[in-house]
């Protein structure tokens, strides 16, 4: 049995959240190299050698960035895919949830696209491992949908994640919380799965 959270406990783990949020934030801004751990531990309050208390540094806390949320996209998109009917309620039900996290989390996308090669070898095999379990189960979800072979799927579902990853990119963040903006970059996600 764990014992419970303390009041310490707790506000160590919303300072290492913060300290993810920021770093993220400020790793999409100005690029790896552009942000020292002062502008992260200032961003939260504190200085740059306090946060070595939660990481040991800049590079373990870019892996622990990108680690969480491929993390996430595999716990959430499993979830997802064991929540649905298989076929076309499963993917629809994948795309909306990727779009959801694409629309909402543009900083950790950017920060992926452009920081990947920063991380160390450890980070990167994990990152890299997350991305092909989270590729395979939406393969697994398209497969009874199309004949085709595994590489043909391999291609949609990256050609999908590219469509739906990119457009964070160029709408302004207004344009980006609307409803339309969801429902077409689903339509269109849809489309270039099954097309």
Same mark, same amino acid.
Do not use: C, N
């Given at each position: 049995?764990?014992?419970?959270?303390?009041?310490?406990?707790?506000?160590?783990? /919303?300072?290492?959240?913060?300290?993810?949020? /920021?770093?993220?934030?400020?790793?999409?801004?100005?690029? @790896?190299?552009?942000?020292?751990?002062?502008?992260?531990?200032t961003a939260v309050g504190?200085?740059?050698?306090?946060? @070595?208390? =939660?990481?040991?540094?800049?590079?373990?806390?870019?892996g622990a960035v990108l680690i969480e949320v491929s993390e996430n996209l595999v716990s959430g998109g499993t979830a997802v895919a064991e929540d649905t009917e298989p076929g076309e309620i499963r993917i629809r039900a994948l795309i909306g949830f990727h779009v959801d996290f694409a629309l909402g989390a543009p900083d950790v996308i950017r920060v992926q696209d452009r920081n990947l090669a920063h991380l160390s070898d450890t980070d990167r095999a994990t990152v890299r491992r997350l991305?092909?379990? @989270?590729?395979?189960?939406?393969?697994?979800?398209?497969?009874?949908? =199309?004949?085709?072979?595994?590489?043909?799927?391999?291609?949609r579902v990256q050609a999908c994640f590219g469509l739906i990853n990119s457009t964070p990119h160029s709408t302004r963040s207004a344009a980006r919380s609307t409803t339309s903006t969801k429902a077409i970059l689903s339509a269109m996600a849809h489309a270039a799965l099954t097309a």
């Open positions: 049995m764990t014992s419970p959270l303390t009041a310490r406990d707790r506000a160590k783990a /919303e300072r290492s959240d913060a300290l993810l949020h /920021e770093a993220a934030r400020l790793f999409a801004e100005r690029g @790896y190299s552009g942000v020292s751990l002062e502008d992260i531990g504190v200085s740059g050698p306090a946060v @070595y208390r =939660h990481f040991s540094g800049k590079q373990a806390l870019l991305q092909r379990e @989270y590729i395979d189960l939406w393969i697994s979800a398209l497969a009874p949908l =199309h004949d085709a072979t595994a590489d043909e799927l391999r291609l």
